[in-house]
């Protein structure tokens, strides 16, 4: 499966997808220091060293009145601007500079540096940067950032943020661009002369002359943008934080970005510990290249995330799970700006390579990508497909609750008996299990927090108020559900399982008629809702007579044949007879206890009970009544014994739901009372 999650990895990058997912965090939030190269690479021009914020500007207007003033301008949260008023400023500092005034290739380098220097979502310690990460973050010899806000030297060691200390500032330099850390960074395609000059080069910036001069335009700049903390009495520089970027010769970038390739290769080696008297050459279980430094991948592994180095040491030696630094990358690029970015759940990574064209067009639309949930790439794959079966890897991803599973889908069928299987689904969902089963496969049902509690509660809402029972039900079908709509495990719902699931949810939804809260009469239709979907599932899955057929037989008879007829036609009676309640507020709690009748006879004694409390109600010439009763006690004369199943039980509810067809009414056409 790694192969083709590095072959679809390899096809979004190239079709631009990581590009425009990762466009939304383009943008100039912090100030940069750009510290240019000369065209040999030989050394830095201290000279020519500027600071680039999103735009400058002159002039505001206070009481009504344009004063002089100029102000530096970046990108803040949620799309808003912040300034900066300048101070102990010349007119239109020459080392300021805007950033819509460089050319546009840089301008896209400079926009980039947040994601060109930003943690991984595994490493939110910034354990990965280049040497240690005192007060800064490298992901690229030629980029790295640093902070304000604080920063002490003692004992010779250099304690905070590298801006506040020329000393701590010339040692981090030095920590970063020392040769090991410097042959690490070189991208490894480099030809000998090249690697040389960039050897020279980055060991030259932490020389005392070069330090001197870049700590002198850092020092300006605070001086320039400084502001007074009442609090602390003392002049604190307004940001938090800045970019540092050597800018190399315009054709080092121009053509092709070279920043962005020099992070990707940087990212491969930091992405595992490479340990090569441990762990010896192999082949890539991805790409097949041979006799390579191998690591199990930093994506998709279920090693201790608080050891992010930790290597699998009792693995077979045949476990085809390791891959080389390209690879790696690749995958790591998948789950970060594909999987994270777009908050992807559930993926299906399909096998055919035209089907996995058409998602990345799918996802690809005018020049934009959109989110698209699991059953829309199914249907979008279906439609443009030859095949009735579907083939993928399914990935099941929730990073924030350290879920990740893997399976292999074969003969997945978008249509079930002629209807759309998620159709199905939802079917269920709404009827059976009040809209709680799709949005809790893999979670716990949490009650919602009350208006003025601070605590979330653990304790499960339910489907109804104060009533978790319907929860459990989620838990108790939850897999099996999700193994038949989502792993093709078509064995995981059938007619009997659909009788189960209906039978206990019934069970749930009967105690609702004794929630004081509840309309009574809401929760009827519901219920007869319910049955009525029951019915017609149950006539998708089966394979002899459905219920529904079952109902229509009886009804078409008209009289008691069979066991089904008698529970059927027992539920109308039952109707009936509560119907014949003179009470302002008619009920129909006193039908629930039917549900945990379990023979016949027993099923009489409470309808007979039924009957003694409203006899008086009945007309003596009733005369439909009088037949349907008198057959049902002739009935049970010979089946007092039978079990009253859940089959029957369903039945027997279905009678009495079926208000608009009750028997006893047919003649009189009297509504519900």
């Known amino acids: 499966m790694l192969k083709e999650i590095v072959e679809f990895s390899t096809k979004l990058e190239d079709a631009g997808i990581y590009e425009m997912v990762n466009e939304e965090e383009k943008k100039l939030d912090k100030p940069v220091m750009v510290i240019p190269v000369t065209d040999d690479l030989k050394e830095i021009k201290t000279d020519d060293i500027y600071f680039v914020f999103k735009d400058i500007k002159d002039g505001a207007v206070e009481n009504g009145v344009t004063v002089k003033k100029q102000y530096v301008i970046l990108d803040g949260k949620k799309e808003n601007e912040i300034k900066w008023e300048m101070k102990n400023s010349e007119d239109n500092p020459s080392n300021l500079k805007n950033c819509s005034n460089e050319n546009v290739q840089w301008q896209n380098i400079l926009k980039s540096l947040s994601i060109y220097t930003k943690k991984p979502s595994n490493d939110p310690k910034g354990n990965k940067s280049i040497g240690s990460n005192k007060g800064t973050n490298s992901y690229s010899l030629l980029i790295f950032e640093g902070k304000f806000d604080s920063g002490t030297l003692s004992n010779r060691k250099f304690k905070g943020d590298i801006f506040n200390?020329?000393?701590?500032?010339?040692?981090?330099?030095?920590?970063?661009?020392?040769?090991?850390?410097?042959?690490?960074?070189?991208?490894?395609?480099?030809?000998?002369?090249?690697?040389?000059?960039?050897?020279?080069?980055?060991?030259?910036?932490?020389?005392?002359?070069?330090?001197?001069?870049?700590?002198?335009?850092?020092?300006?700049?605070?001086?320039?943008?400084?502001?007074?903390?009442?609090?602390?009495?003392?002049?604190?520089?307004?940001?938090?934080?800045?970019?540092v970027i050597f800018k190399l010769p315009d054709i080092f970038y121009s053509q092709e970005n070279n920043y962005k390739i020099w992070h990707d290769k940087y990212l491969q080696k930091k992405i595992f510990k490479e340990q090569l008297d441990k762990y010896p050459q192999g082949d890539c279980c991805a790409c097949n290249k041979k006799n390579i430094s191998i690591y199990i991948p930093n994506a998709f592994h279920n090693l201790d995330q608080g050891k992010p180095f930790l290597k699998h040491h009792d693995r077979f030696v045949d476990y085809n799970i390791e891959v080389c630094e390209t690879c790696s990358l690749d995958i790591y690029k998948f789950?970060?700006?594909?999987l994270n970015k777009l908050k992807v759940t559930l993926f299906p990574l399909f096998i055919n390579t035209n089907d996995r064209e058409n998602v990345i067009n799918f996802f690809k639309k005018e020049g934009k990508v959109t989110k698209k949930g699991f059953k829309e790439i199914i249907h979008e794959v279906y439609k443009n497909s030859s095949n009735e079966e579907l083939d993928f890897y399914l990935i099941i991803y929730n990073w924030n609750d350290k879920i990740i599973a893997f399976d292999y889908i074969t003969g997945f069928k978008f249509k079930m008996y002629g209807e759309i299987i998620f159709s199905i689904e939802s079917t269920l969902d709404k009827f059976f299990f009040n809209k709680k089963l799709i949005n809790h496969y893999f979670s716990e049902i949490k009650e919602k927090k009350k208006k003025g509690s601070k605590k979330e509660s653990k304790v499960p809402k339910g489907a109804e108020r104060g009533n978790h029972q319907m929860d459990i039900l989620v838990y108790k079908y939850r897999q099996q559900l999700f193994d038949y709509f989502y792993r093709a495990k078509y064995t995981g719902l059938s007619q009997k399982i659909l009788a189960d699931i209906y039978f206990d949810s019934l069970k749930v939804r009967l105690r609702e008629f004794f929630d004081k809260k509840e309309d009574n009469k809401t929760t009827y239709y519901n219920l007869k809702n319910m049955s009525d979907v029951y019915f017609d599932l149950d006539s998708i899955f089966s394979k002899k007579e459905t219920k529904m057929e079952t109902v229509e037989r009886i009804k078409k008879e008209g009289k008691i044949t069979d066991k089904e007829s008698f529970a059927y036609y027992a539920g109308q009676i039952a109707y009936y007879l509560l119907n014949q309640s003179k009470s302002s507020e008619k009920t129909h709690a006193m039908i629930e206890p039917f549900i945990n009748m379990n023979n016949f006879g027993l099923l009489a004694e409470r309808i007979k009970e039924l009957f003694n409390s409203y006899k008086h109600a009945i007309p003596l010439n009733a005369k439909r009544f009088n037949e349907m009763f008198s057959g049902m006690s002739?009935?049970?004369?010979?089946?007092?014994?039978?079990?009253?199943?859940?089959?029957?039980i369903t039945l027997f509810y279905a009678g009495y739901f079926n208000s608009n067809e009750n028997i006893f009414y047919a003649s009189s056409k009297e509504g519900e009372k």
Do not use: H
């Open 634 to 648: 002739g009935f049970l004369y010979d089946n007092k014994e039978e079990k009253f199943t859940r089959e029957l």
């Open 165 to 243: 200390c020329k000393q701590g500032f010339s040692q981090k330099l030095v920590d970063t661009y020392r040769k090991s850390n410097i042959l690490k960074g070189l991208p490894a395609d480099l030809n000998e002369e090249l690697k040389d000059n960039y050897l020279k080069l980055f060991s030259s910036v932490g020389s005392d002359a070069n330090i001197t001069d870049i700590w002198k335009k850092i020092d300006g700049l605070k001086n320039m943008l400084s502001v007074l903390d009442e609090k602390k009495n003392e002049w604190k520089f307004p940001g938090n934080a800045m970019f």
């Open 335 to 338: 789950q970060e700006y594909f």
